[in-house]
């Protein structure tokens, strides 16, 4: 194999080719988890500190150094396209992001601006510098889904029952579908240009998609999903396709256009393979919180989903939502070297 990003284990595993070893990141790599990264954070804001990037390489890099990860994901966060579009929003510690002025009718939606890919020239930037220091690494872009950024901004923040959202997807579909597209144009803008700045792959995170039914799914998110993850399909890298609770969503996921479909730890990967079909590769899905046990029963949990994940085409592991801030980082680490030594 030679030593491109592009011939890496984890690109070849999303296209369900032969691997040397399964590849191994984690969702939220780059983070509170890491006392290298809280510092670094000191005095800087989320949105700030998305918007530099100077501290963007240093952290996207953090966990690289640190765990001998077989990706990068870069840091960033799923609303930092719609601020740089000029939506009024704020990501506010130990809360998340709340919107200035929360979207409800046709007016608002007409008012959402258009992502200008100037407007996030950073991010371009950011990449540009990742390249060189990561080598043969590859570098995941990432985005949130249309479904999980129009709960942000009708909610005006995050939210545990979704509402808001619900009554203006039941209550006015189309004005539902014309925020979605508007969000759906912004995201596709968003993974373009981490695509073209070089990133080997990129990932849609729809973390709050399984709050709905697969009939509600199917109706009023998937057309939106399907038409970012299309709209790349010409882009040459593969598109991982990612949510919360959605067991019950994974056949509709897989629909939605992407090569690989993450899976959180509710369903065993083996069942998963077999829901999403084997035209995917799947990713995932250890439990976060089983980081917290001991080691034996991080090992015996660890080779359980490496076992699953051999009914797919092909298998990228990583946890089956984002890394707990209160994890300990050496048994990242430890959990890296046992995946590659397996």
């Known amino acids: 194999m030679s030593n491109l990003p ?42 700030e500190s998305c918007r530099r990037p100077d501290l963007v390489t240093e952290i996207t890099l953090q966990p690289v150094r640190r765990h001998d990860v077989d990706a990068a994901i870069l840091f960033s966060d799923i609303v930092v396209p ?33 992502l200008e890919p100037e407007a996030v020239d950073f991010v371009a930037e ?4 990742l390249l060189p220091e990561l080598g043969a690494t590859p570098l995941i872009g990432f985005a ?4 999980t950024l129009a709960s942000y901004l009708i909610e005006g923040g995050p939210s545990r029952t979704y509402l ?11 004005l539902w579908h014309a925020l979605c597209d508007r969000l759906a144009g912004i995201t596709v803008t968003f993974l373009q240009v981490q695509i073209e700045a070089g990133v080997s ?23 939106h ?39 959180d730890w509710r369903t ?10 084997p035209d995917h590769s799947v990713q995932g899905n250890l439990d976060p919180a089983v980081l917290f046990a001991p080691w034996e029963v991080v090992e015996r949990e660890a080779r359980r989903v490496l076992e699953q994940g051999k009914a797919a085409r092909g298998h990228v592991f990583n946890l089956g939502h984002g890394v707990m801030p209160e994890t300990d980082p050496d048994v990242l680490t430890r959990l890296v070297e046992l995946i590659h030594s397996v």
């Open 144 to 147: 949130g889904a249309p479904f």
């Open 268 to 277: 065993p990967l083996d069942r998963a393979a077999q829901i999403v079909g």
């Open 164 to 174: 808001k959202t619900k009554a203006m997807m039941y209550g006015d579909p189309q």
């Open 82 to 114: 719609l601020a740089a579009a000029g939506v009024d929003l704020d990501i506010v510690a130990g809360t998340g992001p709340v919107v200035a002025e929360p979207i409800r009718t046709a007016d608002d939606v007409a008012g959402l601006p258009v």
């Open 225 to 263: 999903s399907s038409r970012v993850l299309g709209g790349l399909a010409e882009a040459g890298v593969p598109r991982i396709h990612f949510g919360v609770g959605t067991g019950l969503l994974l056949e509709a996921m897989g629909e939605a256009g992407a090569d690989v479909v993450g899976v």
């Open 201 to 223: 792959a990129v990932q849609l995170f729809d973390s709050w998609a399984g709050a709905l039914s697969e009939a509600d799914y199917r109706q009023y998110v998937l057309p």
């Open 126 to 129: 950011s990449v540009r510098l």
């Open 6 to 47: 592009a011939d890496s284990a984890l690109v070849r595993a999303c296209r369900g080719l032969d691997v040397p070893r399964t590849p191994v990141w984690f969702m939220r790599q780059a983070g509170r988890s890491l006392p290298e990264y809280r510092k670094i954070r000191q005095g800087a804001g989320m949105l």
